[in-house]
């Protein structure tokens, strides 16, 4: 039985790109083995949410001193650079 890891997706308003990033994030990782329980927030509440979440994937730039892992990526948007940025994500969830 695989644990459930706690990802918060953040964006400028927390509901557009946010959603588009964490559906394509939940799905990959299902492919590799890893469930997520998403969570989406605007970036200017991410340090208010960040408690227990296992990582942060955001559009936009976040806080340097966040307590939770971090990774700010525009590859689900663009599409360049998304098999990289899985990996990262994968990692991140695996350590």
Do not use: N, Y
């Not at 039985?1 to 946010?18: D, E, H, P």
């Not at 590799?32 to 509440?45: F, L, M, V």
Request: hydrophobic share 45%; aromatic share 2%; charged share 20%.
């Amino acid at each position: 039985m695989s644990i459930k890891k706690r990802v918060l997706f953040a964006c400028g308003t927390g509901i557009a790109t946010s959603t588009v990033v964490s559906h394509a994030v939940v799905e990959a990782m299902k492919e590799r083995g890893i469930s997520i329980d998403p969570r989406q927030c605007k970036a200017t509440e991410v340090r208010s949410e960040a408690s227990g979440m296992d990582l942060i994937v955001s559009t936009t730039q976040l806080p340097s001193d966040l307590p939770v892992p971090s990774i700010v990526t525009l590859a689900f948007l663009t599409g360049m650079g998304k098999a990289e940025a899985l990996d990262k994500i994968e990692a991140a969830l695996r350590a």
